[in-house]
Every structure is written in structure tokens, then in C-alpha cells.
T-cell receptor
Framework: GENVEQHPSTLSVQEGDSAVIKCTYS??????FPWYKQELGKGPQLIID?????GEKKDQRIAVTLNKTAKHFSLHITETQPEDSAVYFC???????????FGGGTRLMVKP | DTEVTQTPKHLVMGMTNKKSLKCEQH?????MYWYKQKAKKPPELMFV???????INESVPSRFSPECPNSSLLNLHLHALQPEDSALYLC?????????????FGQGTRLTVV
């Protein structure tokens, strides 16, 4: 089955700095890669996603890049703010497209 | 309305109790999911319903019994649970069963089995 690895497991940055979280996946047939933000006591919230027909997608301070050849994708957050502090999960779908496999999560802490 | 609503938010139950978790969405989504999330871990898929039919059961013990009464509702019936079943149970939905469309999660039910 699909295996998704995520690094780092924890990330501490100063407010205003950039944060980068990286994921690798194993199934070359995967074609959908969402990123979720989960705050304490809440469910995961989709923040951005990318499909395999594009290499980069940006939404204000958040961007995602995808390298299908290397089977890795990354989340970039610029000008971080304390409210960005949360656990971030990457995910990819399986070859049938009906299941998401999540990475292990990254706890991002933005220090004011 | 991009909301998935789960009730109750918190549940404490004994090992001999029977309880149900409920999930509701009014986005017209045809796929609904149950996930289990332990502390500091990613969500793990339990069940997938596609057009109100169970399409995936990830080898979940029979003490967890899903039900999809209609396209907007998803239940998870719980019976004879063990303390290790304590976790956050998340419901999600997506427009189509193939997850190339966005999946929206509810806030979860925090379950404690005593």
C-alpha cells in the first residue's frame, strides 16, 4: 500500500520566518496531494492541495510544490504568524483514488 | 455550507455500553468516511461509504458498526469497546468516492472508554 513520510516531526520558527514541511510518497499512481492543518481539539482542515498535473500552487502565504519524478511534495508557509501554530499533515491518495494515506504530522510552533 | 457536523463532541462510555456517533453533511457529497485518530498520530481510515453503500472496511473489529441511513447521515455504532479504543473519531465527506476531490472533516468525537 501507499506509504507517506513527513519531515520534520516538529518545527519551531520565529514569527515572520518561513516554514517548510516535506513529504515523500511511494505509490507512483498517486495523483492528489492535500495538506491539512489540525488545531488542538479540532478536526483537520484542508488548507491547500495539488494535483499531479501541476508542479506548484500558491494561496496567499501558503504554497505547495510537487516533484512527481522524485515522489515528494512540500508545504511552504511564508511570513509565519502565531496562529499558524498547529499540526500539519500531508496526504496522498491511493491508485484507486478512494483512500487518503496521511504522513506522520509536523507540529509547527511559531514564536512571537 | 462546507461543514461536517459530528455529535456528540465528547463521549465517555463503559465497556458494556452501546452508543452511537453521528455525522451529518449537507454539501451533497456522495462519499463519507470514518477515521480514528490517536493522540499525536495521523488519522487512520476505518470505513468508506460510497453512494450510501459500504465500499471499504479497513479490517475494523466488529464492535464498530457503521451505518449510512441516507446520503447526508453517517453513524458509527459502538458496542463492547475496549479502553484502547479511546481516541478522536473523525467523520469526513467528499464530493465523489475517488478522493481526487477535497475531503472535509468534522470536528470529531472525543471518545473515552472506561
Amino acid at each position: 500500500g501507499e506509504n507517506v513520510e513527513q519531515h520534520p516531526s516538529t518545527l519551531s520558527v520565529q514569527e515572520g520566518d518561513s516554514a517548510v514541511i516535506k513529504c515523500t510518497y511511494s505509490d507512483s499512481a498517486s495523483n492528489y496531494f492535500p495538506w491539512y492543518k489540525q488545531e488542538l481539539g479540532k478536526g483537520p482542515q484542508l488548507i491547500i492541495d495539488i494535483r499531479s498535473n501541476v508542479g506548484e500552487k500558491k494561496d496567499q502565504r501558503i504554497a505547495v510544490t510537487l516533484n512527481k519524478t522524485a515522489k515528494h511534495f512540500s508545504l511552504h508557509i511564508t511570513e509565519t504568524q502565531p496562529e499558524d501554530s498547529a499540526v500539519y499533515f500531508c496526504a496522498s491518495n491511493n491508485n484507486a483514488g478512494n483512500m487518503l494515506t496521511f504522513g506522520g504530522g509536523t507540529r509547527l510552533m511559531v514564536k512571537p | 455550507d462546507t461543514e461536517v457536523t459530528q455529535t456528540p463532541k465528547h463521549l465517555v462510555m463503559g465497556m458494556t455500553n452501546k452508543k452511537s456517533l453521528k455525522c451529518e453533511q449537507h454539501m451533497g457529497h456522495r462519499a463519507m468516511y470514518w477515521y480514528k485518530q490517536k493522540a499525536k498520530k495521523p488519522p487512520e481510515l476505518m470505513f468508506v461509504y460510497s453512494y450510501e453503500k459500504l465500499s471499504i472496511n479497513e479490517s475494523v473489529p466488529s464492535r464498530f458498526s457503521p451505518e449510512c441511513p441516507n446520503s447526508s447521515l453517517l453513524n458509527l455504532h459502538l458496542h463492547a469497546l475496549q479502553p484502547e479504543d479511546s481516541a478522536l473519531y473523525l467523520c469526513a465527506s467528499s464530493q465523489e468516492p475517488t478522493l481526487n476531490t477535497e475531503a472535509f472533516f468534522g470536528q470529531g468525537t472525543r471518545l473515552t472508554v472506561v
